[in-house]
């Protein structure tokens, strides 16, 4: 069984900065990648960012590119999602997932169709 756990979200003001972490249960190193995704009330789920746990290789949604940036450490089992410059569309609930036996985040890196384990997302409000 695998489990994540994300943390970090809160309420930060636009231009502000936020740092989630996702605590996987197992070592990364097993897992083809940890993604990023978001769902705002009224809006379509959007994969935000996603980290391969083979290579040194990341996706970003245009939305996010240069304000966002994910990384990992294996030695902790945990994956991050450093936010800055944050603005109020960026408010929603994230979400951290594990291709665990598919393997097509490597293609496919920022659809949730490619992930087969996901934690309970953690809400971020952006908001002055």
């Known amino acids: 069984q695998v489990q994540l756990v994300e943390s970090g979200g809160g309420l930060v003001q636009p231009g502000g900065s936020l740092r989630l972490s996702c605590a996987a249960s197992?070592?990364?190193?097993?897992?083809?990648?940890i993604g990023w995704f978001r769902h705002a009330p009224g809006k379509a789920r959007e994969g935000v960012s996603s980290?391969?746990?083979?290579?040194?290789?990341?996706y970003y949604a245009d939305s996010v590119k240069g304000r966002f940036t994910i990384s990992r450490d294996n030695a902790k089992n945990m994956v991050y999602l450093e936010m800055n410059s944050l603005r109020p569309e960026d408010t929603a609930v994230y979400f951290c997932?594990?291709?665990?036996?598919?393997?097509?985040?490597?293609?496919?890196?920022?659809?949730?169709?490619?992930?087969?384990?996901w934690g309970q997302g953690t809400q971020v409000t952006v908001s002055s």
């Open positions: 197992g070592s990364l190193l097993d897992y083809y990648a």
């Open positions: 980290i391969s746990c083979k290579y040194d290789s990341a």
């Open positions: 997932a594990a291709d665990i036996t598919m393997g097509y985040s490597t293609w496919f890196g920022l659809l949730p169709t490619s992930y087969d384990s």
